[in-house]
């Protein structure tokens, strides 16, 4: 059964960091893209990072690029998210993603073939 377990969520002051991890239970972690997601309340879901499963290639929404990164490691079956430079609308629940694909970075939610449950990010004014 494949499981994406994300952590590092938790309430932070804008302008502060948080890292968040997702943790899978892949047998072939290396063979998949990842992605992070979020949804803010009231919001349809939205994607933020994306990262090949080599590590090479990676792409950002607008809205996160510049302080938002992404990184894996394949070792540990384990893709990274770094935010800095928090900002209040960037409160949501994180979703990590995985797609089997060959190569590149998927952006599309619908070409994801699993989800974590997600973790909340809240970051106060």
């Known amino acids: 059964q494949v499981q994406l377990v994300e952590s590092g969520g938790g309430l932070v002051q804008a302008g502060g960091s948080l890292r968040l991890s997702c943790a899978a239970s892949?047998?072939?972690?290396?063979?998949?893209?990842m992605g992070w997601f979020r949804q803010a309340p009231g919001k349809d879901r939205e994607f933020a990072a994306g990262i090949s499963w080599s590590g090479d290639s990676t792409y950002y929404a607008d809205s996160v690029k510049g302080r938002f990164t992404i990184s894996r490691d394949n070792a540990k079956n384990t893709v990274y998210l770094q935010m800095n430079s928090l900002k209040p609308e960037d409160t949501a629940i994180y979703y990590c993603?995985?797609?089997?694909?060959?190569?590149?970075?998927?952006?599309?939610?619908?070409?994801?073939?699993?989800w974590g449950q997600g973790t909340q990010v809240t970051v106060s004014s």
């Open positions: 993603a995985a797609a089997q694909v060959p190569l590149g970075v998927v952006v599309r939610g619908d070409d994801y073939d699993y």
């Open positions: 892949l047998r072939t972690f290396s063979n998949y893209a």
